[in-house]
């Protein structure tokens, strides 16, 4: 295979509390992404997925994150690279996406003078060509009017709209690495089929790859290529789409996708998991699903169990698996 | 047999804009003609996008807000003719759960203490047996009844949503208002709380509206859905009815929006184009008319009635009859491995 476009290998983050106490948000995460991919990380809130993408653009705060691990990106190792190289790849070769459009959005600027500004200092085009090139963008996204829109401010564009000038603003220098983090988490429905059907088809033209963070396995099924599920700070299980669907090899996957209500099946009680997810100042020893896992025994409870592959390109953090013989 | 419920023309108009002498300017039509009934021991879900009613419409229920227009009659009598004492005394057989739990618990006081509250001001048991009450009540809904002495900020979301529902059951209910009441929560706690409401009715024999902008959540709890879109119900059907055969293209459009968890399943896309329109100017019609595929010339000018079919499916649309078939807007039902069916069993016994 060729060299993967991103290589996450070993990443850990932990955050210094105000008592004194580190929280580890990041416990050894490691997965790699080929070029014009499409990468799903599901889990559930504190599993640490979006840590995993902010610590990949290099925005956790420097004085409270202690990060190590490596994440090579085209030949650099992002998690060593200066500040300076850092600001000249975001916005040109690798992109991020955010759930609230505000949070990426100036408002006291147009979203015209907003997407030319990533082209004018990544590109060095002179401002007329960047308006033109706004103007390009925006209809890119199938934003209408789009020479009307160039001059507007986010406050006067609807929800969806806003999420369209923000992918816009992202795509602006045809990034290689996009990443998404929930989306279309605060849109409402018909508003999210609208904007998943434009990621679709972006990536059809542009041939970007993607990382798309969610809790919703609905929108990795939708739209990913392969998928890595977090608990608790970890990879437990990274298979391709249809593999993860159809034979997980992790409990918490099995509970997972057993407690969504679902559309296309009926179901008269939902799977669901008991229990929370461990305090992750203080993480229990085995595995951090065990408390929560009706197939763990003694040992899943003593001994950390390492990942394994079960099956070509399907790996499992669980001592248990391959699961088909617990119900055998 | 009355309903338990019997909503009638109910219109609720907020104020938007005034003039610079408080003369009412521009009107937002929260709920504009909304008519349904409600059987003691059923679910009712209210579905529908930001801003379509569906929130009014529970608020009006429990006459947290006066409508503009419209009755709500609770067991044969019209709330809204209730003076104070009765409106108390009508409080306690309908209750509110809320989306953010956290929000509703006063974070002072401990959980024995708000749910005490409920107890002492309807004087639903002797004082002497109220900590026993409260204890009860904790464990109903799946809590350490040790928990009494623990305060809100003390438990996880999901825990906090279970004291929610505790303290709603505490003056024993007939009805329960769920506003988007597992919204918030990840899947996995969402899941306990959906098994825990019903597993509540079947005990209690509860009435439920449930409001909700989430057409799986609904399909898995509710008996009978009402679609709403810019104020007003646009399909009306049992939850099976509507999920076999969605008449509106309202409903047809957000069945297929959803995204399912089947990797490569055939479906057909309905994307709506455009935005919901401002319900302060909605536009004249049916309020779906300037995104519906379908809409023609009387669309445009003639509200359509919410008109029922004998079996209770009732459609505010003029084509409805006229539409193509809607079989593959959401995937055919498919089956789980048997493997997999066995794994996740072992979760539901583990729950248990």
Redesign the interface.
């Known amino acids: 295979m060729t060299e993967p476009l991103l290589a996450v290998d070993d990443l850990r983050v932990a955050f210094a509390g105000d008592d004194g106490r580190t929280t580890l948000a990041v416990d050894g995460v490691g997965f790699a992404l080929q070029r014009g991919r499409t990468l799903g990380i599901v889990g559930?809130?504190g599993c640490g997925k979006s840590v995993t993408s902010l610590s990949i653009m290099g925005l956790l705060p420097k004085q409270s994150a202690r990060v190590s691990g490596s994440v090579m990106f085209e030949g650099t190792d992002l998690l060593r690279a200066a500040d300076r190289t850092l600001r000249d790849l975001r916005g040109d070769r690798l992109a991020m996406i955010f759930q609230e459009p505000m949070t990426s959005l100036n408002p006291s600027y147009t979203v015209g003078d907003q997407i030319a500004e990533a082209v004018i200092r990544h590109r060095g085009a002179s401002p007329r060509e960047a308006r033109a090139h706004a103007i390009e963008m925006l209809r890119h996204v199938r934003i209408p009017s789009p020479e009307q829109r160039v001059d507007d401010y986010p406050h006067h564009l609807?929800g969806?709209?806003r999420q369209r000038a923000m992918i816009a603003m992202a795509l602006a220098c045809d990034p290689q690495l996009l990443i998404a983090d929930e989306p279309t988490t605060a849109l409402?429905?018909?508003?999210?089929?609208?904007i998943?059907?434009l990621m679709r088809r972006l990536r059809a033209e542009t041939g970007t790859a993607i990382i798309l963070i969610t809790?919703?396995?609905?929108?990795?099924?939708?739209l990913c290529d392969d998928i890595v599920v977090m608990y608790a700070g970890q990879v437990v299980e990274r298979a391709p789409?249809?593999a993860l669907?159809?034979?997980?090899q992790h409990?918490y996957t099995?509970?997972?996708?057993?407690?969504?209500?679902?559309?296309?099946?009926?179901?008269d009680?939902?799977?669901?998991?008991?229990g929370?997810v461990p305090n992750m100042t203080a993480p229990p020893p085995g595995c951090r699903f065990a408390r929560r896992c009706?197939?763990a025994d003694e040992r899943c409870r003593r001994e950390a169990p390492p990942p394994v592959e079960v099956a070509a390109g399907h790996m499992s953090r669980c001592w248990r698996a391959p699961?088909?013989h617990?119900?055998? | 047999m009355t309903p338990l419920i019997q909503v009638d023309g109910l219109v609720k108009h907020f104020v938007a804009r005034r003039s610079l002498l408080g003369r009412p300017t521009a009107t937002v039509k929260a709920v504009d003609g909304i008519s349904f009934d409600l059987n003691a021991g059923e679910t009712l879900a209210l579905v529908g996008e930001s801003g379509c009613g569906k929130s009014t419409v529970g608020r009006l229920v429990l006459r947290l807000i006066e409508p503009t227009a419209g009755a709500v009659r609770f067991e044969g009598r019209d709330i809204f003719g209730d003076n104070e004492a009765e409106l108390r005394a009508r409080r306690r057989h309908a209750q509110l759960i809320f989306q953010d739990p956290y929000a509703s618990l006063n974070p002072r006081m401990t959980v024995g203490q708000i749910l005490e509250e409920p107890l002492l001001l309807h004087r639903v048991v002797p004082p002497d047996r109220r900590k026993e009450r409260v204890g009860a009540l904790l464990a109903t809904v799946g809590l350490d009844p040790a928990h009494a002495r623990r305060y809100p900020h003390e438990f996880s979301g999901g825990q906090r949503q279970r004291i929610g529902i505790a303290r709603a059951l505490a003056v024993e209910p007939k009805l329960i208002v769920c506003d988007e009441p597992v919204s918030a929560l990840d899947v996995s706690i969402r899941a306990q709380v959906l098994n825990l409401l019903r597993a509540l009715q079947r005990r209690l024999g509860l009435s439920y509206i449930f409001i909700s902008h989430d057409l799986a959540v609904v399909k898995h709890i509710a008996d009978r859905i009402a679609v709403m879109y810019l104020g007003r119900i646009v399909e009306m059907a049992n939850a099976d009815a509507l999920f076999a055969a969605p008449r509106h293209p309202y409903t047809r459009a957000l069945l297929s929006a959803i995204p399912v968890p089947s990797p490569g399943a055939h479906r057909d896309r309905q994307i709506l184009q455009g935005d919901v329109p401002s319900p302060i100017a909605p536009p004249p019609g049916c309020h779906l008319h300037t995104r519906c595929p379908h809409a023609i010339d009387r669309c445009r000018s003639e509200r359509p009635g919410l008109v029922g079919d004998p079996a209770g499916h009732a459609t505010a649309c003029h084509r409805w009859r006229e539409l193509p078939d809607a079989s593959q807007l959401v995937p055919r039902e498919g089956t789980a491995s048997a493997v997999l069916e066995k794994l996740q069993a072992a979760f539901v016994r583990a729950a248990e």
Request: no cysteine; net charge negative; charged share 20%.
């Open positions: 559930e809130s609807s969806g709209m409402d429905v018909t508003i999210q089929a609208q998943l059907d809790h919703d396995l609905g929108v990795v099924a939708e789409v249809a669907f159809a034979q997980p409990p099995v509970g997972l996708l057993g407690s969504i209500p679902r559309l296309d099946q009926r179901r009680r939902l799977a669901a998991i008991d929370t009706p197939f699961l088909e617990l119900v055998q």
